[in-house]
Structures are given as C-alpha cells and as structure tokens.
C-alpha cells in the first residue's frame, strides 16, 4: 500500500532526480533557412525569456549564424516538470502508462531504480527490444500477424521486458497491437516500455505538470514532425535532449539502459548469469544496420533477429547473410546485385552503396549472433522461437538459463535437439529446480525429457517436494479447498489453503471411502514427518526447524515415487501428467482403480458442492 508519506517522498526524488533541458541560446537555422526558428528547432518566440533579452533584437541573430548549436553547449538542465499518468482515450478498453520527461544523459541506474522503487516493477527475465524503421511503411499480413502472435506469447510468457520508441508510428504502430491485452491481470504479465523523444511527442504541452492525470488521445493526427504515443505501451521515458520536431536524442539513453539492463544479475538464474537482451529489426534505414553492427560487436554482444521479407534493412541484412561465404566474402555478382539494391532502397550514390556494403559484411562476420525469421521455413515457425534461438546462440545466457527459457516457452524439442544434446556437466540441483518447474506448470513433455537425462525420481522426490507441489498456486484450479472444508480435522487448514501430507491424507481418506487409509494419515508416517520437523500441537503447521543435523538423517523419500506423483497429479487436475506417472513404476491396473475411484469422487464432490457444471463434468470424463 502507497501512504502519504511514501508517495510524497517519490515525488520528492523525481524533482530532485531527474532534469528536463532548456535551450539557452537561439542560434538560427542553415538547413531551412529561417533566420526565426533555433538550430534547436523552435522559434524564436518559443524560447524562455532569458534567452529573448539575451538576443533582445531578432535583427541582430545573423551574428550567431556560424556557430554550430549543440546539446551540450547550448541547453541547460532544470528540474523535470513533467511526470505522472497518462490516461488514453478513445480506446475500446481504458488503457494507463505511467511517465516522466527526463534528460538524455540520465544515468541508466537511477532510471532502473525508478522502474523498481517508484514504479513497482520487477527486474525482467529477459529484455526484448525492438528496432526499425520510424517512417510509416507496409507489412505483409501474414507477417504481421505472426509477429503479433509470437511477441505477444514472448512477453507473455517470459516475464520480458519490450522495449520500443514508444510512437505510433512505423514499426512500433505494427508491432503495438501485439501488446494490447485486455485483462488488468494478463497486463500485469507484460511490461512494454515506450522510449520516445520528447520534442517529438504530439502534445507534449499537456503533459507538462508534477504527478499530472492527463487524458491523451493516440489516435489523433500528429502535426508535422510529431508524433503521437502508442497506447499499448504502459511506461514512456520521454527524453529531452532541448531539440523540438528532431529524433535522435533519445537513442543513446536507450542504448546505456539496455547496455545496463545487460549487467544486471538475473534473479531467477541458478548461475547468477545477466539478464539477457535480444533485438528485434524490422524494416528499417541505414541507422538501423549501423545498430545492429553495434550490437553483434559489443562486448558482451546482444544477438540479433531479423525479420525477413518487412523490408529496407531487415531484407538487406537478411540478404547479406544468406549469401556471404564461409570464409566472409560474397561472389561478384551477388555483391554487385547487393550494391544495386542498396542505391536503389536508399537513393545513394555508388560510393555510398560501397560504404553501406561494407558495414553489413562486417554484421555477418558475427553471422552466429544473428538469427533470420523467414516466413514458411519449418525452422521459423514463430518470430518467439527465433528469439529462443538467439539467445541459446548469445555466450551471456548460461546453460541452465537456456533450458529455463526453453522450459518457459514450453519448446521441447528445441531443449532436445539444442540444449541438452551438448556434453555439458549438469548440475543435479539445477535439473531438480527445473522438474520441479515442469511438474507444477504441468509441462509433461518436459518431464519425459528431464527423467531421459538423468533425473532419479526416488532420489528427486521428497516429503517436502511433494508438500510443495500440494501447495503451489500454479497450474489448474482445483477442488482440494471444497474438500478440505467439509473435513473437521483440517476445516482450520482449508481456510489458509496451505496442507501438509497428514493433511492431504485426509483427504484421500474422505474420497475413497470404505475404510480406506492413507500412508500419510499412518502412525509409521506421522513419526517419521514429526521427527524430521518440529510440530507441536498440530500437522496443520508450515513453519518448520529442521532437527539436529548431528543425529541420524531421516530417509524422506518415498519407495513408489510415480505412486503419490499420480495421486498428486489427479487430486490437482492434472490430468496428463496423471496418465503420463500411471505409465511408469508396476502394478498398472491397482494404480488405474486408485485415479478412477479418485476422479469419480472428485466429480461427485464438485456436483454436492455446486460447483460449475464444466468442473463436475470434465472430473466424471476423466473418471
């Protein structure tokens, strides 16, 4: 919860943090020619009033015109007067971004902080981000649709950060619907951060305020050299370099945050590996091909996906990298057709062609660092495995970290054929963490695959695994509460939704009925579970102290493991993974009686408790 307090001291921190820039000087513009409008690209009558009394007669400006007008020398820093919320309208579903107007050489660690303290974000598992061209062009549908759809699941499912200029407008007006959702929850999943230039963004003016409510239509006509925000981003850095109408500002603050993000130690790694970025080039001029040799040489390098057939650069780096030999040159005729190609896309001369040649063979000299998306090639399916496979190619993402994102995109052939098909030793605390991954996001191709590489489940699992896999909120809903509540003994612990086995054990004992009893609910059990953890009173209570390490260990794992995997796997609907431990370990034909009696109970509980005919009737099916 925000208090008073809290809020007020961010507020405090922005102002004191973050800065705007001021032109302080008008300088009249050579390229067009208007003695009236700044190198900065206003008007003279635009400009602070200190700088009006300092060039008190507009006559007397021609003095200036043979300086060169830069940020450094001619713009000031003050503190930022624009942040706050921005509320889009006209949207079928009501979108919100939060803001800030901050200067370009702001340091990339306060801007994190901001993200983190301020904004309440958590650090990404991956940073995806997006490139191309900034003019409006067309994109094919087919592609267009398959770039929505594996960017979307990409976010989605990796917890990723996007990254793009934020406008609506060239590759970011294509790519943007991919990242409409319209579940508050789904966009709690995704973070798309738009990093635009300030003297760019269509009414900026109305932005201008401290913790400012603004409502912005996106949807409106720019006016010439602005252009409106995207509404499907829910974050902008607005970037002032002092220039107005004028890109460009914002590229090196994007490119010392991603470098930064780059540095970050992944939370969620094992290995304490960084936080992997990729980038995603679509379209695109000769800026985006020099970027994308920044980003191949850079050390560490961040690797590249190209987006084939969506024109201008993307096509000439794809172009380049099908056709360069092995040993780094191309035939004659090939490069002769390349430096066409690039008059023609680019109106250049030959010697500009010639230059441009030369900085794309020196992109494909890092060829493994770039990955090609090509529609209708069977190894490209979907623009999120291209993504995948850039970054098993990239050195920064440690091998467990690439089984993870394997593991998170639910690719298991790419973990077969790509990952785990290396010599490389495995740590058998990393390939556990990651069964247990796959067991509660019921990935069960992936725990066929784990136990072909050497996972021992007797070994693997233990009491308080299983407790675990009992108590995690992932996966299916299921009926354990309804069930629990009706059981006097554990009506307390239904309340919580936490069971320890004892009390998972009654459970079993209410559903199958007869007089049956539960290992679990057994006095042999129930020494050995209070032996390996203090309980006082109760089996209800999760806060366990390990006993003396001094004193002979207590065997906690199981003799039929696949046994309470099954069980487990049918009490939390699990259907699959249910059949997937039926098949292994002996005595099939008890074990299918045992998930039937259990499935037909489960129905029958669900119908008593009124539950949703969908409930009752997918537990009969699979009874």
Known sequence: MVTPTS???????????????????????????????????????????????????????????????????HTRTEPTDAFGIIEFEGMAHPAKAQYIR??????????????????????????????????????????????????????????????????QQGVVKHVGDALFVKSPKAKSDIVCIGISPWGVVEGRENLIGVNKLVSYHSKALATKNNATLNSNHYYFLLVDNGTSGKYGGEILLRKRFERFLLKQTNAQSTENSNIPVVCVVVEGGTNTIRMVLEHVTDNPPVPVVVCDGSGRAADLISFTHRYVREDGTMSPEIQAQLIHTIMKTFSYTKKQANNLFHELMMCVKKRDLITIFRIGEESSQDIDLSILIALLRSSCVSSIDQLKLALTWNRVDIARNYILSSSHQWP??????????????????????????????????????????????????????????????????????????????????????HGYRSNYTRRRFRTRYATMFHQPNTFGQLRRIVVNTTLKPIDDTFQYPYNELLIWAVLTKRHQMALFFWERGEEAMPKALVAYKLNKALAHEADDDELEIEVATELASYA
């Open 428 to 513: 058998e605390q990393a390939l556990e963490d990651i069964m247990m991954t796959a067991l509660i996001t019921d990935k069960v191709e992936f725990c066929r695959l784990l136990l072909e590489n050497g996972i021992y489940m007797q070994k693997f699992l233990t009491i308080h695994r299983l407790e675990e896999l009992y108590n995690t909120r992932d996966g299916p809903p299921n009926t354990l509460h309804y069930i629990a509540k009706d059981i006097r003994k554990i009506r307390k612990t239904a309340i919580t939704g936490i069971y320890t086995l004892p009390d998972i054990g009654l459970i079993l004992e209410k559903l199958m009925g």
């Open 102 to 167: 901050l200067s370009y050489d702001t340091r990339p660690d306060l801007i994190l902080k901001l993200f983190l303290r301020v904004w309440n974000l958590k650090l990404p598992r991956l940073v995806i981000s997006i490139d191309g061209g900034i003019a409006n062009f067309e994109l094919q549908p087919k592609l267009k649709r398959v770039l929505k759809k594996g960017l979307f699941r990409a976010a989605k499912t990796t917890g990723a950060w996007i990254i793009t200029n934020g406008c």
């Open 7 to 73: 809020f007020d001291n961010n507020v405090s921190w922005i102002q004191r943090t973050f800065k705007k820039r001021e032109c302080i000087k008008f300088i009249p513009s050579k390229i067009e020619q208007q003695i009236e409008r700044c190198c900065c690209g206003r008007y003279f009558h635009e400009h602070n009033e200190h700088v009006k009394i300092a060039s008190h007669d507009i006559n007397f400006l021609s003095i200036n015109k043979n300086e060169i007008w830069s940020t450094q020398k």
